[in-house]
């Protein structure tokens, strides 16, 4: 399965971004997803999940009441939308399966929040 990250940007602290992670072949819709980041000098982290149906969803504490992560099988692509962004927020976001991540990663998708 390949991996294609969009939507990133540069946002103001308060702003919003919606990001989307496309997906190519046959097995998204039988994996549950994730986004991850990973900021500079940091390691990778989970910050959203949600069931191969999408019927549930998990956040880490930094984000939970901010993004919001949903996804779209028919299209094959997952999204995440991030409001209320913090300087904090800065990273490189991926997408992948949870909780294990087993497809080779995407370019990912910059967001950058100036305060």
């Known amino acids: 399965v390949q991996l294609v990250e969009s939507g990133g940007g540069l946002v103001q602290a308060g702003g919003s971004l919606r990001l989307s992670c496309a997906a190519s072949g046959s097995t998204f819709s039988i994996n549950a997803m994730g986004w991850y980041r990973q900021a500079p000098g940091k390691q990778r982290e989970l910050v959203a999940g949600?069931?191969?149906?999408?019927?549930?969803?998990n956040y880490a504490d930094s984000v939970k009441g901010r993004f919001t992560i949903s996804r779209d099988n028919a299209k094959n692509t997952m999204y995440l939308q991030m409001n209320r962004l913090k300087p904090e927020d800065t990273a490189v976001y991926y997408c992948?399966?949870?909780?294990?991540?087993?497809?080779?990663w995407g370019q990912g998708t910059q967001v950058t929040v100036s305060s």
């Open positions: 949600i069931t191969k149906g999408g019927s549930s969803t």
């Open positions: 992948n399966t949870i909780p294990i991540p087993r497809n080779t």
